[in-house]
C-alpha cells in the first residue's frame, strides 16, 4: 500500500511541476489569439496600400478611443521575461513611473513605421497594466536588443507597427533603468 501512494504522490508532483511550466510558458508569451473588433479592422487594416494604412494611423493618432491600454490603470508591473522567474522579479511601477510608461507608448514619436520579424519570446521585458479590480487590461512585450520592437495588447495606432524610432528605444532603455532602480 506504501509502493501505491509514493507512486500517486510522484504522479501529483509531476502534474504540478509540468502545470507550473505549462502556465508560465503561456504566461509569458502570446499563446491566444486576441480579437481585433471589425470596426478597428475596417480603420486601420482593410487598405489596398501601404501609405493609405499609415495615413489611417495618422489620423488616429491621440485619438483617446485608441489610447493605450484604453481602461482607467491602477497599477503596472515590470516583468523580465525569464523561465520560471518573471513572476518572482517583477517590480510594481512607482505612480511617476506608470504615468511616465503610458505617455511614452501613447506618444508616435517613440516609433517608427520600420517592421521586423520577432517572436514575443524574445524579448526581455513585459509590462502589464491592471485596472483597479486588479484585471491585466494591457500587455506590452518589449524587445530592446538588437531588436527595438514592442507588441501590445490591446492595439495602439500610436505605436504604429511597434518599431522603435532612435528617441524610442533611449527613451524606454532611461525608463526601464530609473524602473529597475527604484
Given amino acids: 500500500m506504501k509502493t501505491i ?11 504540478i511541476i509540468v502545470f507550473v511550466i505549462v502556465s508560465d510558458v503561456l504566461d509569458r508569451g502570446q499563446y491566444y489569439s486576441t480579437f481585433t473588433p471589425k470596426e478597428e479592422m475596417i480603420e486601420f487594416y482593410m487598405h489596398k496600400t501601404t501609405e493609405e494604412q499609415e495615413k489611417a ?9 485608441y489610447s493605450f491600454p484604453r481602461e482607467q490603470v491602477a ?5 523580465r521575461n525569464r523561465f520560471l522567474l518573471s ?6 511601477l512607482s505612480k511617476s513611473s506608470k504615468s511616465e510608461v503610458i505617455t511614452f507608448f501613447n506618444n508616435p514619436v517613440n516609433f517608427d513605421w520600420g517592421e521586423t520579424t520577432w517572436e514575443v519570446t524574445e524579448s526581455e521585458y513585459i509590462l502589464r497594466f ?6 491585466e487590461i494591457g500587455k506590452i512585450w518589449l524587445c530592446l ?4 520592437m514592442t507588441k501590445s495588447i490591446p492595439f495602439s495606432p500610436n505605436m504604429k507597427y511597434g518599431g522603435l524610432s532612435e528617441t524610442g528605444k533611449k527613451g524606454i532603455e532611461k525608463i526601464i533603468n530609473k524602473i529597475l532602480t527604484e
Fill in 75 to 79: 497599477e503596472v508591473k515590470l516583468f
Fill in 57 to 65: 494611423f495618422e489620423k488616429n493618432f491621440g485619438n483617446e478611443k
Fill in 87 to 92: 513572476r518572482l522579479t517583477s517590480k510594481t
Fill in 130 to 135: 491592471y485596472n483597479k479590480e486588479d484585471k
Fill in 5 to 15: 501512494w509514493k507512486i500517486l504522490l510522484v504522479v501529483f508532483i509531476i502534474i
Fill in 145 to 148: 536588443e538588437g531588436c527595438g
